[in-house]
C-alpha cells in the first residue's frame, strides 16, 4: 500500500512540474520505479501507461487549440512504431544496472536541454500556422530517423520522446514551440500504444501502479498547465533541471557500481 502512496505522490509531482517545464512524467516515474521490485520490462510497461493516459488527455487539449499538425504527426508515429517493437525487445534483455545507468544518460540530456531550450526558441522562430511542413525533404527524413530512435528510447525505458521530438521539429521543420509540443504529444498516443500493447501481449505491466501512476500525473499534469499561467515558470525550469541532473548522478552511479537497493 504504501509504494501506492508514494507512487501517486511521485507522479503528483511529475506532472506538476512536468507540464510547467514542458517534459512527460515519464522522466521522473521511470527511475521511481526502477527503485522499486520490478525489473526494466515491468518498469517501461508501468510508466507507458501513465505516458499514454497524459498523451490523450494532453493531445485533446491540442486539438481543441487547433495546434497539432496530423500529416506531421501521423508521419512519425510510423516511423516511431517500427522503433518501439525493438525499444520492447531491448528491456527485455537489461538488466536493472543497465537500465538504471542509461536513465541516469537521458536523465542528464533532459536537464542539459531544458537549460538550453530558451536560446533553441529564441535562434528558431516558427510558424504557428503549421502550414508548410514538407517544403525541405531531407531535413524531413533525417527527423523520420530520429524518430525512429526516438520510439526505441521511448519503449525502453517508458518515456516520452518529446526531448527528441521537440527540439527537431523547432530546428529540422521550423514549428513553434506550442506546436512542436502539441504534435509530440500527438505522436506519443501511438508511440506509447504500441509499447503498452507489445508489453501486454507478454504480461509485463503492473496494472494497478500503472492506474495510480496515471491518476497522479494527470491530476498534476491539469493543475501545473494552471499554475503555469501566473508564477514564474523560468525559474521552475531551473530548478527542476538541477533536480534532474542531481537524480541522474545518483541513478547512473547506482547504474555503473551495480548498487542494488
Request: with cysteine; hydrophobic share 50%; charged share 10%.
Given at each position: 500500500?504504501?509504494?501506492?502512496?508514494?507512487?501517486?505522490?511521485?507522479?503528483?509531482?511529475?506532472?506538476?512540474?512536468?507540464?510547467?517545464?514542458?517534459?512527460?512524467?515519464?522522466?521522473?516515474?521511470?527511475?521511481?520505479?526502477?527503485?522499486?521490485?520490478?525489473?526494466?520490462?515491468?518498469?517501461?510497461?508501468?510508466?507507458?501507461?501513465?505516458?499514454?493516459?497524459?498523451?490523450?488527455?494532453?493531445?485533446?487539449?491540442?486539438?481543441?487549440?487547433?495546434?497539432?499538425?496530423?500529416?506531421?504527426?501521423?508521419?512519425?508515429?510510423?516511423?516511431?512504431?517500427?522503433?518501439?517493437?525493438?525499444?520492447?525487445?531491448?528491456?527485455?534483455?537489461?538488466?536493472?544496472e543497465q537500465f538504471r545507468y542509461y536513465f541516469g544518460i537521458i536523465l542528464?540530456?533532459?536537464?542539459?536541454?531544458?537549460?538550453?531550450?530558451?536560446?533553441?526558441?529564441?535562434?528558431?522562430?516558427?510558424?504557428?500556422?503549421?502550414?508548410?511542413?514538407?517544403?525541405?525533404?531531407?531535413?524531413?527524413?533525417?527527423?523520420?530517423?530520429?524518430?525512429?530512435?526516438?520510439?526505441?528510447?521511448?519503449?525502453?525505458?517508458?518515456?516520452?520522446?518529446?526531448?527528441?521530438?521537440?527540439?527537431?521539429?523547432?530546428?529540422?521543420?521550423?514549428?513553434?514551440?506550442?506546436?512542436?509540443?502539441?504534435?509530440?504529444?500527438?505522436?506519443?498516443?501511438?508511440?506509447?500504444?504500441?509499447g503498452v500493447i507489445l508489453f501486454a501481449l507478454q504480461g509485463w505491466p503492473?496494472?494497478?501502479?500503472?492506474?495510480?501512476?496515471?491518476?497522479?500525473?494527470?491530476?498534476?499534469?491539469?493543475a501545473g498547465s494552471l499554475l503555469a499561467l501566473r508564477v514564474d515558470s523560468?525559474?521552475?525550469?531551473?530548478?527542476?533541471?538541477?533536480?534532474?541532473?542531481?537524480?541522474?548522478?545518483?541513478?547512473?552511479?547506482?547504474?555503473?557500481?551495480?548498487?542494488?537497493?
Amino acid at each position: 500500500m504504501i509504494e501506492f502512496i508514494l507512487a501517486f505522490i511521485v507522479s503528483l509531482f511529475a506532472g506538476l512540474v512536468g507540464s510547467m517545464v514542458g517534459v512527460g512524467g515519464g522522466i521522473i516515474n521511470g527511475p521511481f520505479l526502477s527503485y522499486l521490485d520490478y525489473i526494466p520490462s515491468q518498469i517501461s510497461s508501468t510508466s507507458l501507461l501513465a505516458v499514454m493516459s497524459t498523451s490523450v488527455s494532453s493531445s485533446a487539449q491540442y486539438v481543441r487549440k487547433r495546434l497539432v499538425n496530423y500529416k506531421t504527426g501521423l508521419a512519425l508515429a510510423c516511423s516511431s512504431i517500427p522503433g518501439t517493437v525493438i525499444g520492447v525487445q531491448l528491456s527485455n534483455f537489461m538488466s536493472i544496472e543497465q537500465f538504471r545507468y542509461y536513465f541516469g544518460i537521458i536523465l542528464a540530456t533532459t536537464a542539459i536541454y531544458l537549460i538550453l531550450r530558451k536560446n533553441l526558441i529564441n535562434s528558431r522562430k516558427g510558424d504557428e500556422s503549421i502550414t508548410r511542413v514538407f517544403d525541405n525533404k531531407l531535413k524531413f527524413t533525417i527527423f523520420v530517423i530520429l524518430s525512429f530512435f526516438a520510439g526505441i528510447i521511448s519503449s525502453s525505458f517508458g518515456v516520452g520522446g518529446g526531448i527528441i521530438y521537440v527540439p527537431c521539429l523547432v530546428i529540422l521543420m521550423r514549428f513553434s514551440m506550442k506546436a512542436s509540443t502539441a504534435t509530440s504529444q500527438f505522436v506519443l498516443i501511438f508511440t506509447s500504444l504500441s509499447g503498452v500493447i507489445l508489453f501486454a501481449l507478454q504480461g509485463w505491466p503492473d496494472y494497478q501502479m500503472g492506474i495510480v501512476l496515471s491518476i497522479g500525473s494527470l491530476i498534476g499534469g491539469t493543475a501545473g498547465s494552471l499554475l503555469a499561467l501566473r508564477v514564474d515558470s523560468s525559474k521552475i525550469l531551473i530548478l527542476f533541471s538541477l533536480v534532474l541532473l542531481v537524480v541522474s548522478v545518483k541513478v547512473f552511479y547506482d547504474g555503473f557500481f551495480g548498487f542494488r537497493t
